[in-house]
């Protein structure tokens, strides 16, 4: 487990393909699976600091690729997000 979150680690800047695939065979890629434009950013701000402010968001997912199977991650948005429309 240690390992594939360090493989996590130092590829998680990738913007898309797969990392160097370690001594070990874990191999991490990052998908980019939409872009959404919010007004409201306070559901996505533990101390709701972002109320009201307007941003950006991307929701990226990731495929480690291990010898003994694969792992998707995903994150997802908060529950608060599901009711904005």
Do not use: K
């Amino acid at each position: 487990m240690y390992s594939a979150l360090g493989a996590c680690a130092s590829a998680g800047n990738q913007e898309a393909g797969p990392a160097a695939p370690a001594a070990t065979g874990i191999a991490l890629y990052t998908l980019d699976r939409r872009r959404i434009v919010i007004s409201d950013a306070g559901p996505f701000s533990d101390d709701r600091a972002s109320d009201g402010q307007t941003s950006d968001l991307v929701d990226p997912c990731y495929l480690i690729r291990h010898p003994r199977g694969d792992l998707l991650w995903d994150a997802g948005f908060p529950e608060a997000v599901a009711a904005m429309p």
